[in-house]
């Protein structure tokens, strides 16, 4: 895989971010949104309920993910999201309650991606069914989402998505 | 490492919290006074703490499922070392959620392991005790053996004695098949005279027995009646806890704290005098999952969803 300076591989998750937020409107394809100058660039962006972190059996499909994922891959080309199921603005104090946690967690099982906390519950109606996945291949334009529990075909197709340097063709999300 | 004496939270320090009480000898102030606090949202040292012990020597043990580990502190809450990683071997956890410190073992155990792991003081794993079911508390009985909590194949509660090899010496009967609930839990603390109380998770009741299992007193401190039951696959599972802890201070006062049933949920208080009367009452600042009482009858709480962890000194007035 292609390295890439760090600030580019985290501005171009930024600028998936923001397209997302700015084309939420369609899922399965995202093709209003212009990512061309990001061709070749693949993300995942993985929303983790805040609550899942109190039930074990809620995170083992993040702990498989985690498991499949390369170390190295998961710090260029993954972010979690933190997120909350209230239906109100958060307490800041939550959020740092929220980060700490997930610092204990990730530390124990030695997972790499980074986090930042969803503050401004951007993210609640994604992630309200449990932990999720999101895709995005930044070259295409595809953007492709699974809620946890994931199976092993759904793992080998995250890892492979991330992984290959090869053209990949995602197939539309049923 | 992160320890913050009435610094973070000022509004803490003497916080708290004085609230009803109605004793025979009239309406008694509680107040909570922080003695220490580890942890906390902006540090790395609890990240969901379960469990907590203390020794002898005022050194404070803590099980933190998060990061599957038991950790040790000073008196000073200075972290001392911690051991521990995720899995099922010996002295590691899948889901720590309890401990207790008897004489020089430091007992803890699972969610979902059907034994109790046993660590001397210095943190180093001794053995596995095995147990005819899940772990729900541990403690020891007046006597020296230990009363361990557990959830049996059949899905019922039962509280077995053990010696410290984990050989059954006898089952401490307390409820008749009638009484039974379906998952239900039980919070126990021994008294000094072979008596025994018991906090129910799912039930509002807290009951005196004796070791035999007769009843000596028995109350309801939310003043409800019904189980709030759900219906999974077959099952009638109850879903409202309503006693998440119980206590025991030195002068044989019991402290129960409330689940969702209680009016303030995880930070309500009762406290009962040992022959059953309401001998006051308080709030926790947070909500908290457990109360414990150590040797010096301070109090340890959890504060901030579990990553810190709080003591305090009671002064009743």
Same mark, same amino acid.
């Given at each position: 895989m292609r390295k890439e300076p760090w600030l580019r591989r985290r501005a171009g998750i930024w600028a998936v971010l923001w397209g997302i937020l700015g084309?939420? *409107? *369609? +899922? %399965? #394809? @995202?093709?209003? =949104? /212009?990512? !061309? %100058?990001? &061709? %070749?660039s693949r993300f995942a962006l993985v929303l983790i /309920? &805040?609550?899942?972190? =109190?039930?074990d059996p809620c995170l083992d499909s993040l702990r498989e993910f985690c498991r499949a994922v390369p170390p190295a891959v998961q710090e260029d080309r993954v972010l979690g999201v933190l997120t909350f199921r209230t239906g109100k603005i958060p307490d800041p104090r939550l959020g740092r309650i929220a980060r700490t946690k997930w610092a204990g967690y990730s530390r124990a099982l030695e997972i790499k991606f980074p986090v930042t906390v969803d503050e401004s519950q951007s993210f609640n109606r994604l992630s309200e069914a449990g932990t999720t996945i999101l895709l995005f291949d930044a070259g295409t334009g595809r953007l492709k989402r699974w809620t946890a529990p994931f199976g092993p075909p759904a793992i080998e197709e995250m890892v492979r998505f991330l992984t290959s340097t090869e053209v990949f063709i995602m197939e539309p999300q049923p | 490492m992160h320890i913050s004496n009435s610094l973070v939270f000022p509004m803490l320090a003497f916080a708290a919290v004085s609230l009803f009480a109605a004793g025979p000898d009239g309406p008694a102030q509680i107040k909570l006074e922080e003695v220490l606090s580890i942890g #906390?949202?902006? *540090?790395?040292?609890?990240?969901? +703490? @379960?469990g907590v012990s203390v020794d002898r020597d005022d050194q404070i043990f803590v099980v933190d499922t998060l990061d599957y580990s038991l950790k040790k502190f000073d008196p000073r809450g200075r972290f001392l070392g911690k051991v521990g990683r995720k899995g099922? #071997?010996? %002295?590691?956890?899948e889901k720590a959620v309890g401990l207790s410190v008897v004489g020089d073992s430091v007992y803890a155990w699972d969610l979902s392991v059907r034994a109790v792991q046993v660590f001397d003081r210095n943190l180093i794993y001794r053995k596995s005790l095995p147990l005819p079911g899940l772990v729900d508390g541990l403690g020891p009985t007046p006597d020296g053996a230990l009363a361990v909590g557990i959830l049996g194949p059949d899905g019922f509660p039962k509280i077995i004695v053990i010696d410290t090899e984990g050989k059954i010496v006898r089952e401490i009967s307390y409820q008749g098949k009638a009484e039974r609930l379906f998952g239900d839990s039980v919070r126990f603390v021994f008294g000094p005279s072979r008596e025994i109380y018991l906090g129910y998770l799912f039930r509002d009741l807290v009951e005196k027995r004796d070791l035999s299992g007769a009843r000596i007193w028995a109350k309801n401190p939310w003043g409800t009646k019904s189980v709030e039951l759900r219906e999974i696959r077959g099952f009638k599972i109850p879903t409202e806890s309503c006693i998440l802890s119980v206590g025991r201070d030195s002068r044989g006062r019991i402290y129960v704290l409330g689940g969702k049933? *209680?009016?303030?949920? =995880? !930070?309500e208080v009762v406290i009962y005098d040992a022959d059953g009367g309401l001998a006051g009452g308080f709030l926790l600042p947070d909500p908290s999952h457990s109360l414990y009482f150590d040797h010096r009858d301070f109090l340890y709480v959890a504060a901030d969803g579990g990553v810190t962890l709080k003591k305090y000194r009671l002064i009743v007035k």
């Open positions: 084309a939420s *409107a *369609a +899922w %399965g #394809g @995202t093709d209003q =949104a /212009d990512f !061309r %100058g990001l &061709v %070749g /309920d &805040v609550d899942s972190l =109190a039930c | #906390g949202p902006d *540090a790395d040292l609890l990240f969901q +703490w @379960t099922q #071997g010996p %002295g590691e956890f049933k *209680a009016p303030h949920p =995880a !930070r």
